[in-house]
């Protein structure tokens, strides 16, 4: 057994128990000095242990107030809002879940994780087996305590061919759960996976008491306990007072859903509510001109692209989908659509948000000439290309009306057919030879490439199928490597950026807004309101 | 009087049985089959066939249809395909919190439109009267999101005072809370429905006014307020119980844009929750809840009228 990988590179110079150590140290009022003079003993380099230390001051320098309520808006909910992990499928699930239930590990910023109802995490060297040791003294709701039991329920319900689990998926490597004491778990995997302990961390794996069959409320061992639910409406918490961790620093925790933009952003600007999701692009400037409000904005890998189905006639020439990627006005896009609020993309799924990007691939650029060279060997002159588009996401249609634009300029002719967005990923999407999508970001870059761009993937928009791509995404799964492991996920990478045939113009970031007067906020780019990490964390800072 | 009150719920019962046959068959047609909703896209076929028959799917039509016909009368509204919980459930507290809103907005808003159009008719012509037309021309033009706009941006946000949305439960609020939370979807609705009420309360006693038996009164030197409180008004009931009546089954089933732009947790909303998660029962139930509503209060508006005018209980 060895202390395995982990993403988040303040764990990665240092051991759990050395950080462990770091943070006694500023508790008892450490200088720099103090800490760089053990961090450089401990071998770190001086430009690694710098950066320890002001993440720490910064934690240390705003120490939460307790007390005071905060409503928090969402915008996606309805009847099927739900108490249930297995089930979550919006931001407003995810985020009730971190008010309510508690993880074995809990993600970082960089998409790392920490340990969290696990105390620690251990995998034998080629990731196929991995040992959790639960947390001891920690308490449901309900005061039960915390076992190995829970867990193994927890996680059975997310295994089989019958799960209901929504993320079944990312644990499907899992072969059993095994109890090795009460307080010590065993994950037997079939294949190496050593992103588990992430895929763990993310929202559908929260842990259960064991047998609870009834979600009418939420028995987890969260900061909140259940002081109303109501699905379609509201979700209320109020503190939990034997929370085992650090967090829950609110009387009452609202998460109050209003769907339609305008009425949230009213209710927000006139200080109903503290904070809201998904702040339309074009309230960014009036929100940043009003006194007390924020933007809560996080840089993400989600997205907006152009599919062309490879294993179709009228999608599948080559020289056409290489002139629509060259006529993807990305800069304009970013600026104009997106108001700044995003990344150039570079068709390929993983940006700088991923832990396992890959810089090295040169930026693909508006580029009419060649785009053009595309075109007219392509064949196609001015036969009408039918692009359908949806507002899935903002930027979803524009990123065709733009490439309209610019190959009317090369003679090309794109229709760009406008449906609804009712009904979209049903009837349209994966179905039309061309269509847009908008995806969210995923934990890893594994997983997102897993998911959408692998040969048998039930989401491989393109059906892009590439053997080679496929053997390497499995491969490196239990790289343990580092230098080898980013030598991989840049060919990956590459791969799809040169052959899959989508256009990727830009990746969004998840813009919320809150009032200054909410702290604690997270920054885990995976959702909204920080990664639905912040319930833990939020509190009030003008009671 | 006891046959035709009888008639009266005869019919309403028919146009209950033929719009739930509508509701049924019209969501039936709708693409997509509740099982496999339900079940997700990951479902074999094998589980979508086993669930089916839970649900009663694999049965012809019109069984299925007496079957939800039965169960409706005897109050189960079938349990969610989005949720899992019985529509009952979600459904009841919506209820309420639709039904407090109309009612307030009918307590204040029918008083206040009737007598400004009673007033209107008392005084045919005059500068008080061609205002309040121009007004209440000018309201029914305008649909309810601007009026609600208008109001958040004078309220709200110019005098800073009131609520842009209704936010958080009624317990443990003050008064003034609650009427800074309910003031301004109130006002929209009350605007909305004052115009109809003020402009057809109006034409109704006017209606009245013309005929000879108000001539003779107003002949005989009879006070322009008394012909109108003791001899006009009660043959102008009938029309205007009806436009009342018509505007409060409005208030329960058409407050669609109202509730959505103040986010509050009615009726209205949870059908758009309900049509966005395509959760076909639940559609159902709010359909039938929706007819019945409008068929019970025509019934009393109906009902009203026939007391009110002895004509129409002794049709020529």
């Not at chain 1, 087996?129 to 449901?140: A, H, L, P, Q, S």
């Not at chain 1, 319900?157 to 689990?165: E, L, V």
């Not at chain 2, 169960?71 to 349990?79: C, K, M, Q």
Request: glycine share 8%; aromatic share 10%.
């Amino acid at each position: 057994m060895s202390d395995f990988k982990n993403t988040d590179p303040r764990l990665t110079t240092l051991g759990y128990r050395e950080n462990m150590h770091l943070n006694e140290m500023m508790k008892r009022g450490a200088s720099r000095r103090d800490v760089m003079t053990w961090l450089m003993a401990a071998g770190a380099t001086t430009f690694a242990s710098g950066s320890v230390f002001d993440g720490l001051a910064h934690a240390a320098a705003h120490t939460p107030k307790r007390g005071g309520k905060l409503i928090m808006a969402a915008d996606q909910h309805g009847p099927n809002d739900t108490l249930d992990p297995a089930l979550y499928t919006s931001a407003a699930d995810y985020f009730r879940g971190r008010m309510f239930y508690g993880s074995l590990t809990r993600l970082t910023p960089e998409l790392g994780y920490e340990p969290e109802l696990a105390e620690e995490i251990t995998s034998n060297d080629d990731a196929t087996e991995w040992t959790f040791k639960i947390r001891k003294g920690v308490e449901f709701h309900s005061g039960k305590t915390l076992t190995a039991d829970d867990v193994i329920f927890t996680m059975n319900r997310h295994m089989g061919k019958d799960s209901i689990s929504k993320a079944s998926s990312l644990v499907s490597m899992v072969d059993k759960w095994e109890k090795v004491n009460d307080y010590e778990v065993k994950a037997v995997l079939n294949s190496p996976n050593a992103d588990l302990p992430i895929a763990l961390g993310t929202f559908h794996f929260k842990i259960l008491a064991e047998g609870t069959e009834d979600f009418a409320t939420a028995n987890g061992t969260g900061p909140y306990k259940v002081k109303e639910f109501k699905p379609g409406v509201r979700a209320v918490g109020v503190p939990f007072e034997n929370y085992w961790g650090e967090g829950g620093y609110l009387d009452e925790l609202e998460h109050y859903g209003i769907g339609d933009s305008t009425a949230r952003l009213n209710a927000f600007l006139a200080g109903d509510v503290d904070a809201m999701v998904n702040l339309p692009p074009k309230a960014i400037s009036q929100v940043e001109g009003t006194d007390g409000k924020e933007i809560w904005s996080l840089q993400a890998g989600a997205y907006v692209n152009i599919t062309p189905r490879l294993d179709m006639k009228d999608s599948s020439n080559r020289h056409m989908w290489k002139a629509m990627q060259l006529l993807q006005d990305r800069k304009r896009l970013l600026k104009g659509v997106l108001k700044g609020q995003g990344t150039l993309g570079n068709d390929q799924p993983i940006n700088a948000a991923y832990f396992d990007h890959c810089p090295d691939i040169p930026q693909r650029e508006l580029d009419p000439e060649k785009a053009k060279f595309h075109w007219e060997k392509s064949g196609l002159g001015n036969t009408p290309v039918p692009v359908v588009a949806a507002e899935v996401a903002p930027g979803a249609v524009e990123q065709c009306l733009f490439m309209q634009r610019e190959g009317k300029k090369i003679g090309a002719n794109f229709e760009v057919k406008k449906v609804t967005t009712d009904g979209y990923w049903g009837a349209v999407w994966l179905k039309e030879p061309i269509c847009v999508a908008s995806w969210n970001m995923r934990p890893t870059a594994n997983i997102m490439m897993t998911l959408a761009f692998k040969g048998d993937a039930d989401w491989n928009e393109t059906r892009w199928n590439n053997d080679k791509f496929n053997q390497l995404l499995v491969d490196v799964r239990g790289e343990t490597d580092a230098d080898k492991r980013k030598a991989k996920y840049c060919d990956l990478q590459t791969m799809i950026h040169e052959e899959n045939g989508m256009s990727l113009p830009v990746h969004r970031n998840y813009v919320d807004a809150a009032a200054s007067h909410v702290k604690g906020r997270t920054e885990v780019p995976l959702n909204n309101f920080g990664g639905a990490e912040s319930p833990v964390t939020l509190w009030r800072a003008d009671t | 009087m006891r046959g035709l009150i009888l008639r009266r719920i005869g019919i309403g019962l028919i146009t209950v049985l033929a719009v739930s046959i509508i509701i049924f068959f019209g969501t039936k047609i709708l693409p997509g089959d509740a099982a496999q909703i339900r079940l997700g896209q990951q479902a074999t076929p094998e589980n979508v066939a086993a669930f089916r028959e839970r649900l009663g799917l694999d049965k012809p039509y019109w069984v299925q249809y007496l079957t939800w016909l039965g169960n409706f009368l005897r109050g189960d509204l079938g349990i969610s395909l989005a949720s899992d919980v019985p529509i009952t459930n979600l459904i009841a507290d919506r209820y309420k919190n639709t039904v407090i809103v109309s009612c307030l907005t009918a307590l204040i808003g029918v008083p206040i439109s009737l007598m400004l159009g009673i007033m209107a008719a008392m005084f045919p012509g005059s500068l008080y009267d061609r205002i309040l037309t121009f007004i209440s021309v000018t309201l029914v033009a305008a649909p309810e999101f601007f009026t609600a706009t208008l109001l958040v941006l004078l309220f709200v946000f110019a005098l800073d005072i009131g609520n842009a949305v209704v936010v958080g439960s009624t317990e443990g609020k003050g008064f003034f809370e609650l009427i800074s939370h309910f003031a301004l979807p109130i006002a929209t609705l009350s605007f909305v429905i004052a115009s109809q009420l003020i402009r057809m309360s109006r034409a109704a006693v006017l209606n009245v006014m013309s005929s000879p038996y108000i001539e003779m009164a107003i002949l005989k030197g009879v006070p322009r307020g008394r012909i109108i409180f003791r001899h006009a008004l009660l043959n102008a009931i009938g029309p205007i119980v009806n436009v009342v009546a018509l505007n409060l089954a409005y208030l329960v089933t058409g407050v669609i844009v109202v509730e959505v732009y103040f986010a509050y947790p009615g009726l209205a909303t949870l059908i758009v929750q309900g049509v966005q998660s395509r959760d076909f029962v639940l559609i159902q139930g709010l359909g039938m809840i929706f007819c019945l509503t409008y068929v019970i209060l025509m019934l009393i508006a109906d009902i009203a009228a026939y007391a009110s005018n002895p004509r129409l209980r002794h049709p020529k």
